[in-house]
Each structure stands twice: as structure tokens, then as C-alpha cells.
């Protein structure tokens, strides 16, 4: 794989974001990742990444700082979506990332990054807590309507 390059999150990016979905899930789904884009971009356009190799998005990380959840006061860093390529995983794409992240949560002055992981998603929980993610003292619960 070329070099790899991490930088902010661009309009120009949907594409690749499309279709990186498209190979984790197998739906292509342009208008959800249009509109999240643009989201993520309108509140911060420097926090959410892409990486980039030969001219083609090979991952993202999109994530803004929120405050107030949960009752606490604080601003929290949210990591909320993450996709890598499966042909450029392993090679230290997911953690480029999140280093990029987490570095502008950082300077924006935040001392605590959280993300809401599925039980289920094993491999999402194993890269999260590699990259230095533990439990976190709340409780998750939902209601069936
Ligand atoms: C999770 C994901 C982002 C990891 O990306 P990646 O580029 O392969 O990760 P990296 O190579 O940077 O790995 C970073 C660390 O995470 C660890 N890691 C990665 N995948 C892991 C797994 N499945 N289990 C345990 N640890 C894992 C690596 O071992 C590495 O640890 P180290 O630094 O101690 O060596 C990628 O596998 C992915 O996109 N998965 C699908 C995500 C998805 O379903 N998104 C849709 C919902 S938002």
C-alpha cells in the first residue's frame, strides 16, 4: 500500500466513505453518508479524519465534542463512526486516525473521549481498547417501541 496520508474530513470524501460502508456492511448508502458528512463537517470541520493512500480514501473517523450528555457538564470527544478499508487493515490505518482525533479533542481542550460500541461488534471493541478505550462507569440502557 502507498503511503499513507491522515487529514481533516472534506465534502470531496463521500465517495470514498460510500464505498468503504459498502464493503463493511454491503449496502451503499449515499445519502446517509451525505448527510452525516456534512454534519460532522458543519460542527467541526477540523475533528473528523480521513486517510488517504494513492489519491483513494482508504478509512475515516468521524467525531465532534459534545457536552452535557448523561447529565455531566463536561465536553466529552465522541467517536462515532469508523470505517477502514478491509484491504488496508492491520497496518495501522484505525489507530492513525484516532491519534488524529483525539489529538484535536485534546487541543480543543477535552480531557475524556468516549464511543458506544455494540456487544456484539468484537472487532470494534478489541481496536477500541487497543487504542486505549475502557469501560466507562455509566449504564446503557434502551427501550423497545
Ligand atoms: C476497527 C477498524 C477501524 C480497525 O482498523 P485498522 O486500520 O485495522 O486498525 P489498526 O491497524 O490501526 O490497529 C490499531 C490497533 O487495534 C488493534 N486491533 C485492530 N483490529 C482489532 C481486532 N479486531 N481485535 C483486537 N484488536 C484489534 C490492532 O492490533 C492495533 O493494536 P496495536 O497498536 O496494539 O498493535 C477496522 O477493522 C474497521 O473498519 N472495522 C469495521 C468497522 C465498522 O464496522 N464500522 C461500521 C460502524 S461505525
Same mark, same amino acid.
Do not use: C, N
Given at each position: ?11 470531496? +470524501? !463521500? ?5 468503504? +460502508?459498502?464493503?463493511?456492511? @454491503?449496502?451503499?448508502?449515499? #445519502?446517509?453518508? #451525505? ?8 460542527? +467541526? ?9 494513492? @489519491? ?6 468521524? =467525531? ?6 448523561? @447529565? !455531566? #457538564?463536561?465536553?466529552? @470527544? ?6 477502514? +478499508? ?8 484505525? =489507530? ?23 456487544? #456484539? ?10 487504542? =486505549? ?13
Amino acid at each position: 500500500m502507498a503511503d499513507v496520508t491522515v487529514r481533516p474530513l472534506s465534502e470531496l +470524501d !463521500l465517495d470514498g466513505i460510500t464505498r468503504i +460502508d459498502e464493503r463493511i456492511t @454491503g449496502r451503499y448508502r449515499p #445519502e446517509v453518508w #451525505e448527510e452525516r458528512v456534512t454534519y460532522y463537517i458543519r460542527r +467541526d470541520a477540523e475533528a473528523s479524519q480521513v486517510a488517504e493512500s494513492g @489519491g483513494k480514501v482508504v478509512g475515516f473517523m468521524l =467525531g465532534e465534542v459534545r457536552g452535557g450528555e448523561f @447529565g !455531566l #457538564e463536561e465536553a466529552t @470527544g465522541w467517536l462515532d463512526f469508523m470505517g477502514v +478499508d478491509p484491504d488496508a487493515r492491520g497496518k495501522g490505518v484505525g =489507530g492513525r486516525l484516532a491519534d488524529a482525533l483525539l489529538a484535536h479533542f485534546r487541543s480543543a481542550g477535552v480531557h475524556v473521549a468516549r464511543t458506544m460500541v455494540r456487544t #456484539e461488534d468484537e472487532q470494534i471493541l478489541g481496536f477500541v481498547r487497543s487504542i =486505549g478505550f475502557a469501560p466507562a462507569p455509566i449504564s446503557s440502557l434502551e427501550k423497545r417501541l
